[in-house]
């Protein structure tokens, strides 16, 4: 990427807690790592140990399954009085400004708004991650209850593309076209009630360069292109990712780097006046969690260190992890807020925050190459 080097950065301190809500999904995408958990229809009455993330009968998977030691089967968290105490009591042991609703999909919540509204009354941004096929049903009283933003994973602009990443009980394209409508009466009924946009693309290789600019195309005005560098081949995803720039004359204009997670971007702006983002991963690691994990190194670790997130297990407490890669490291929420890692956490984010002001706002900036993206659904 050009001249990244030269851009000035804007860092950000890592104030967001990401809580998988639900694991309901109406998609059946090939790559889908489910927030680190089993699919929870799938493994109903299986015990930790028997849990398997290869498509049972709903055809989803959850692709670190094998071998990120879950132990428990995610639950739907209700909206209720459990729910705010579990909310304060993280906010209360670690700085929280944001909490990211995730799934499974979060808008086949019944209890969306009344989440939001938790969250809300908490003092908290409430954001969500969707693939927008139920957005339009749940948006005006999501809205309503205090939704903030929608970021929405797109994975296709035609049927054709959207069924190749399907399981096969979904690769439909018939199907596949009423997601796709789905998805833009989300975007008009999001647009339609101030909840901010983005629309997330992952971009695998210069096959993928039509899809996105298509994308940029046809939602480009009404909601903000995130594209995300792939896991798989980062070097031919960051080829593509250049192409796609080049070819709309899109001018980098900052950096904006999350401090104490993995999380960083360039900003572009389009000739139009437009935005477009390029969204990565920094190889970041805690620093005594991450230190001896036999996934720390360049090749196995693909999401670095990427944040704090809350799950409710099946008939059990509220769990929280730190990585969907190590799910063996998920603790109780009792146990985490007197945790160690908890502070290690908080600590880490500071001591980041600091570092990079310093780095940032007396150096040059180091030249940098997104170097790989987090999976799609982020």
Same mark, same amino acid.
């Given at each position: ?5 030269? /851009?000035?950065v804007?860092?950000?301190?890592d104030?967001?807690? @990401? *809580? ?18 089993p699919?929870?229809?799938d493994?109903?009455?299986?015990? $930790?140990?028997? +849990? ?19 132990? +428990?089967?995610?639950?739907r ?10 909310? $304060? ?10 909490v990211?609703?995730?799934g499974?999909?979060?808008t ?37 209850a205090?939704?903030?933003?929608i970021? /929405? ?19 439909s ?25 983005s ?6 290789? @210069? ?6 600019l298509r ?5 480009g ?6 594209? /995300? *560098? ?12 250049q192409?796609? !720039?080049?070819?709309?004359?899109a001018?980098? *204009? ?13 900003r572009?702006?389009l ?9 990565s991963?920094?190889? !970041? ?9 036999? +996934? ?21 407490p509220f ?10 490291? #998920?603790?109780? /929420?009792?146990? +985490?807020?007197?945790?160690? @890692? #908890?502070?290690?956490v ?11 002001t310093r ?8 030249? *940098? ?6 999976p799609?659904?982020?």
């Amino acid at each position: 990427m050009h001249h990244l080097s030269d /851009l000035p950065v804007e860092v950000r301190p890592d104030r967001t807690l @990401r *809580v998988k809500i639900i694991d309901a999904c109406g998609l059946a995408c090939s790559f889908c790592h489910n927030e680190g958990t089993p699919v929870a229809t799938d493994n109903a009455g299986r015990s $930790a140990g028997e +849990f398997t993330g290869t498509p049972g009968l709903s055809g989803r998977v959850s692709i670190y399954l094998k071998t990120n030691g879950a132990d +428990f089967l995610p639950a739907r968290i209700p909206a209720d009085p459990d729910f705010a105490l579990a909310l $304060a009591a993280v906010r209360g042991s670690l700085p929280t400004s944001e909490v990211h609703f995730t799934g499974g999909e979060p808008t086949l919540h019944p209890e969306l708004p009344g989440l939001i509204r938790i969250a809300r009354r908490l003092g908290l941004t409430v954001g969500l991650t969707s693939n927008g096929e139920n957005g339009a049903a749940v948006i005006p009283e999501a809205a309503a209850a205090g939704l903030d933003r929608i970021n /929405l994973s797109v994975f296709g602009t035609t049927p054709e593309e959207l069924a190749a990443v399907q399981g096969p009980r979904l690769a439909s394209p018939k199907l596949a076209a009423r997601k796709l409508d789905a998805l833009t009466r989300t975007i008009e009924t999001s647009r339609a009630h101030g909840i901010k946009v983005s629309a997330n693309i992952v971009i695998p290789d @210069r096959n993928h360069v039509e899809r996105v600019l298509r994308i940029i195309e046809q939602h480009g005005r009404s909601v903000v292109v995130r594209m /995300l *560098v792939s896991l798989e081949n980062d070097g031919a995803s960051l080829a593509a990712m250049q192409e796609v !720039v080049d070819h709309l004359g899109a001018v980098p *204009v900052r950096r904006i780097v999350t401090a104490g997670a993995s999380d960083q971007r360039v900003r572009y702006q389009l000739p139009d006046g437009r935005t477009l983002y390029a969204k990565s991963i920094r190889p !970041v690691r805690l620093p005594e969690t991450c230190a001896d994990c036999r +996934f720390n190194n360049p090749d196995d670790c693909q999401e670095g260190y990427y944040g704090v997130r809350m799950y409710r297990a099946t008939d059990g407490p509220f769990m929280v992890g730190v990585c969907i890669q190590r799910m063996d490291l #998920c603790m109780t /929420l009792g146990e +985490f807020v007197m945790s160690r @890692r #908890c502070r290690e956490v908080a600590a880490f984010r500071d001591d980041e925050a600091a570092r990079l002001t310093r780095l940032y706002g007396t150096a040059a900036v180091p030249p *940098v190459s997104p170097v790989s993206s987090h999976p799609p659904g982020n």
